[in-house]
């Protein structure tokens, strides 16, 4: 969902089986959220009450991928997005050897 998505926060409302989720929306929408693959990747738990952020297709609005999840009693906050954020760290590691 790289450009055609909508990002907003939700909460989990209950969990389904296989890694699904109800959650609503700040607007109020019920939407069934399944985890992004970094948070399965990094095996994050989700429970019921976490407070999420979430990207909804612009195609399907009842399904929504879920991309970060905020620390119990945090406060949302606006984080950077795009080249600058993603390649900070670009560089900084070992050296390969040439052969």
Excluded: C, Q
């Amino acid at each position: 969902m790289a450009n055609n998505s909508i990002k907003t926060t939700a909460t989990i409302d209950a969990a389904i089986k296989g890694d699904k989720f109800w959650a609503t929306l700040t607007n109020g929408k019920k939407v069934v959220a399944f985890l992004g693959g970094k948070i399965r990747r990094n095996s994050i738990r989700i429970l019921p009450g976490d407070l999420v952020d979430v990207e909804l297709s612009v195609y399907d609005l009842t399904k929504a991928r879920i991309t970060f999840r905020h620390k119990a009693g945090a406060k949302p906050v606006e984080r950077p997005t795009g080249k600058a954020s993603a390649g900070r760290f670009k560089g900084k590691g070992r050296k390969k050897k040439r052969r």
